[in-house]
């Protein structure tokens, strides 16, 4: 069964536009949930974390929200460029993390 | 900063043949991971090792063998490669014994003929 869930395999947005990923999970208990990037030949790179008592995390133009009851969250990308186009990957953990299929996402100039 | 770095980035094998992939880190993180990605499934565990010497199987182990010699190293061994099968296999590590977000390497790229 996917205890992790991106409802997208793929996303195409324009340049300035916010990308919105979004991701949801089956095991309640989860309390930990990383996002990563990963492009082309390269291995994943964690982006940016949330812990499941706080709602909302911030880093520059990368904004997790958090929904503990729906037990679902959204990456939003503000004001998308080409470079962040690369597969994203919502992970939830406990005492190990569970990863997500990933979102592929595409920003055209 | 530290590094992860799995040997060799390219491996071509051949049916039935026994592979094995490498990895170090130098961050002195205690638990080590090996990770498949498939086109499409995402990121599945195969192993992981608390500490030198441990090992833990995850959900991917069948066909799988792999070996934490020190603790910085962690190594993985296809017991035996299917024909056609194509996957990156990535290495990670965290510096306590699971939950915290791995720290991946480059990854391996298995292509086997």
């Known amino acids: 069964q996917q205890q992790v869930r991106q409802s997208s395999q793929s996303l195409t947005v324009w340049e300035g536009e916010t990308a919105i990923l979004n991701c949801s999970y089956e095991?309640?208990?989860?309390?930990?949930f990383p996002w990563y990037q990963q492009f082309p030949g390269e291995g994943p790179a964690l982006l940016i974390a949330?812990?499941?008592?706080?709602d909302k995390k911030e880093d520059g133009r990368f904004t997790i929200f958090f929904n503990k009851r729906e037990k679902n969250l959204s990456l939003h990308i503000k004001d998308s460029q080409p470079g962040d186009s690369a597969t994203y990957f919502c992970?939830?953990?406990?005492?190990?993390?569970?990863f997500g299929t990933g979102t592929r996402l595409q920003v055209l100039p | 900063g530290g590094i992860i770095t799995q040997t060799p980035k390219f491996l071509i094998g051949q049916e039935g043949q026994k592979l094995t992939l490498k990895c170090q880190q130098n961050?002195?993180?205690?638990?080590m991971y090996w990770y498949r990605q498939d086109s499409g499934k995402g990121l599945r565990l195969i192993y992981y090792s608390i500490t030198e010497n441990d090992l833990q199987k995850g959900d991917l182990s069948e066909g799988y063998d792999a070996s934490r010699e020190k603790k910085s190293s962690f190594s993985l061994t296809v017991t035996s490669a299917q024909k056609n099968e194509m996957a990156v296999f990535l290495c990670a590590s965290t510096p306590g014994q699971g939950g915290q977000a791995p720290l991946f390497g480059e990854g391996t790229r298995l292509s086997v003929l």
């Open positions: 095991n309640s208990a989860f309390d930990y």
């Open positions: 961050f002195n993180h205690d638990t």
């Open positions: 949330i812990r499941s008592v706080s």
């Open positions: 992970a939830a953990s406990l005492n190990k993390v569970v």
